[in-house]
Every structure is written in C-alpha cells, then in structure tokens.
C-alpha cells in the first residue's frame, strides 16, 4: 500500500484520482486549501496553499507519491502553476518524496496564451526537480464543454468554433490514468489520455442540445489568432490514445446536473 498526497484533490481531476487509489486500497491525503465539501471514510485532508508554502511540509510527510492536479484558471492565481509548482516540488523534496505525477494538458506547448504558458512552466519545473515525473497530459474534459454550452445557452446560443474537434475526456478516465501513473513501478517521462472519440465542436454542441433538449442555436463562429489556429490544426487532440472509456453523450446522460 502506498501513501499518496493528491495536491488539488478536491478538483475535478484530483477528486477522481482520489477516489480511484482509494479503491485501489491506498493511504490518500488530499492538499488543498479549502476541505473536501463531504467526508469521505479513510480520507484525510491537509490543508496547505501552494503559494504561500503554508502546511506543505506536514501534508508531505511519509508521503510515496505526490499527484499534482491543482488549477489556477484566473491572472491573479495563475502563479500556483509556477510559483506554487516550485514551492512544492522543493517541499517534496525536502520531505524525501521521490515519484511526481503532474496533470497537464494536451499540446499544452504548442500554442502561446497565458494559461498554457504557465502549464507548460509547471512541466519544466517538475522535469528539472528532483523528482521523477510523470507528465499526464488529458484532452478537455467532458465537464469542461458541458459548462460552456451550459453558459452560452443562457444567452439562447451554443458556440462552435469554425474547424475546432475536441476530443473530451471523462473526468474519471482521467482519474484512472493518474492513478496508473502515480502506482506504476517507474516513472515514464510523458503519457497522453484522450477521449474514445474526435467531434467537432458543432456536433458536440448539437449533442448537448439533444441531452438536455436545449433549444439554443448553434453558432460558428471563427476564432483567429494563435488559439484558433491550434484548434484548426488539431493539436488538442491525440486521436492514437483514446483511453477514455466514455463518450460525452454517455457522459451527459450519467451526469445530468
Ligand atoms: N478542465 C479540463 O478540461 C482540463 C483538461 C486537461 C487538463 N486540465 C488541467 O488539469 C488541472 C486540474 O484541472 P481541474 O479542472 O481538475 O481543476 P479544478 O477543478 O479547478 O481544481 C483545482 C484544485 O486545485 C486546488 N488549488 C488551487 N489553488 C491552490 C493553492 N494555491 N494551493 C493548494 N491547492 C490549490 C483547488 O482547491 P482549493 O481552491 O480549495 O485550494 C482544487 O482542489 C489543471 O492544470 C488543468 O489545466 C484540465
């Protein structure tokens, strides 16, 4: 049995990796700085904040792995990508952790916004630890296009991004994934997770529409500069690793809410 710290553990891919190892019969801590929203028997929780450093060493301690899976979405908390990467490997470090696994995105280096750019930093920051690192690099997850249409279509229109596919990813294949990283023998350098299918970002729309009987209109609409033409070239996606198990209409209709 191994000790797993899941920093980010109440997000949506650290949740799932939680509950994976767990039922994989391991000892998992989750760092966060708020507590998990329910009590999960076996769980314990470490509150700690990655860019101030506080509680990081004590969520550590006889820890055999650390998972990484934290989020920062908005300019002001952008940092705990970068700062926050570097006070925990360093406290990993210091606390004699030795295996990483870091959750990343697809094509992460391959475009130049704010957002990618710092995720990419969090990759050098754990290669150059000292710790061995497994990079997890996840398409979009289904959840995260569900909560676009789902806000689009309070103005009455589902975008679709002219020449966009997205290959999303059930949260919980994601989960599966970090945890077959986290408990594997040896530290690979780099893996990537896609969901089971390519669509583009109409048809996905159309298949949210059908799922909640929506009746918003789907929109194209074009997406220039650097992050259109990523889409445009298909570098969100990695149609050779399709692990996920569940499309995002099966998805839909197993997580209505
Ligand atoms: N969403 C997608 O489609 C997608 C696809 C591929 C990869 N990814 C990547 O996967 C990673 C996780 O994304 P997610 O959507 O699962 O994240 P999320 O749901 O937003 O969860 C973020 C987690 O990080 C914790 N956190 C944030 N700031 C922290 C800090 N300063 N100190 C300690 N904990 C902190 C949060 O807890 P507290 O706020 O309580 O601290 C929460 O547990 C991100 O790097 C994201 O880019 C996402």
Sequence with gaps: MSTVLVAGGTGTAGSAAVAELQARGHRVRVLSRRAPSTTVAGLEHSPGDLLTGEGLSAALDGVDVLVSAVNGQTRKTRAV???????????????????????????????????????????RIYTASGLDTTIVRATQFHSLLRSIFATTARVGVLPAI??????????????????DAALADSAGDRVEVGGPAVATMRELAETWKESTGSRSLVLGVPLPGPPGRFLRAGMNLTPDNRCGTVTFDQWLAENRS
């Design 81 to 123: 990508f970068t700062d926050g990467a570097r006070n925990l490997t360093r406290a990993a470090e210091a606390a004699g952790v030795r295996r990483a696994v870091l959750l990343s995105i697809v094509g992460v280096d391959q475009v130049r916004f704010s957002y990618y750019a710092a995720i990419a930093e969090q990759e």
């Design 162 to 179: 002219r020449g966009a596919r997205f290959q999303p990813i059930a949260p919980a294949d994601v989960g599966r994934a970090l945890a």
